[in-house]
């Protein structure tokens, strides 16, 4: 129903930039047009938390650690969220993972594999 693929992450210094890609594609694409596209991340020993969300209209919401150096976007003819990560710290590495939602009778959510961000020096 619903394939969301990463790619963009790698090895950073800190103050460094990635730009992180999630190609989505699927069925409920086509059949429901209010998705909410999302980046989370989920850093070793920790729980899994939100770092950005996009409506199909494009409205964001940021979680408040990232805002002003975050920016996620999104390209609905190429199907692509993009999240442009700058001024990284070390507290931004995780395994970061793209999600689909929908909330119609009941939420419908869906992930990615994940991609790894490590910021070190």
């Known amino acids: 129903q619903v394939q969301l693929v990463e790619s963009g992450g790698g090895l950073v210094q800190p103050g460094g930039s990635l730009r992180l890609s999630c190609a989505y594609s699927?069925?409920?694409?086509?059949?429901?047009?209010?998705?909410?596209m999302g980046w989370y991340r989920q850093a070793s020993g920790k729980q899994r938390e939100l770092v950005a969300t996009?409506?199909?209209?494009?409205?964001?919401n940021y979680t408040g650690s990232v805002k002003g150096r975050f920016t996620i976007s999104r390209d609905n003819a190429k199907k692509t969220v993009d999240l442009q990560m700058n001024s990284l710290k070390a507290e931004d590495t995780a395994v970061y993972y793209c999600?689909?939602?929908?909330?119609?009778?009941?939420?419908?959510?869906?992930w990615g594999q994940g991609t790894q961000v490590t910021v070190s020096s």
């Open positions: 699927g069925s409920m694409f086509s059949i429901f047009s209010n998705d909410v």
């Open positions: 996009i409506t199909s209209d494009s409205i964001r």
């Open positions: 999600n689909a939602q929908w909330v119609l009778s009941s939420r419908y959510s869906y």
